[in-house]
């Protein structure tokens, strides 16, 4: 889980999670889908080797619609793991644009 804290709509917020693979044979990251078009993940494309680490950069750029709530969104990784499924978290309270909040 990453807490961005508060962010404004319509901005660009990047966070890097760093994953270590913990087990004995190289980790192939399939896919990472995030939970709605305003958070991105982009995985490596190269296979994580046994003790190394790589990294699944997620850019979260809120919505209007999101304007003054706490939104929590899930990016999916699906991998050569057991479950397959892995599911990374981040949240934000998202606030109006200052020019919205003078209207």
Sequence with gaps: MHDFGE???GSQNPFTFVITNTGDNPLVIEKA???CS???P?????????GESGEIEVTFKPKPSQAGKDITQ???????TE???TKL??????QP?????AQ
């Design 7 to 9: 962010v404004e709509n």
């Design 89 to 94: 978290k981040i949240k934000a309270k998202v």
């Design 97 to 101: 644009k200052e020019e919205e909040e």
């Design 83 to 85: 479950p397959r499924d």
């Design 42 to 50: 982009k995985k490596p494309e190269d296979p994580i080797m046994p």
């Design 74 to 80: 899930v990016v999916t990784l699906t991998a050569n």
């Design 38 to 40: 305003c958070t991105v």
């Design 33 to 35: 889908k995030g939970s």
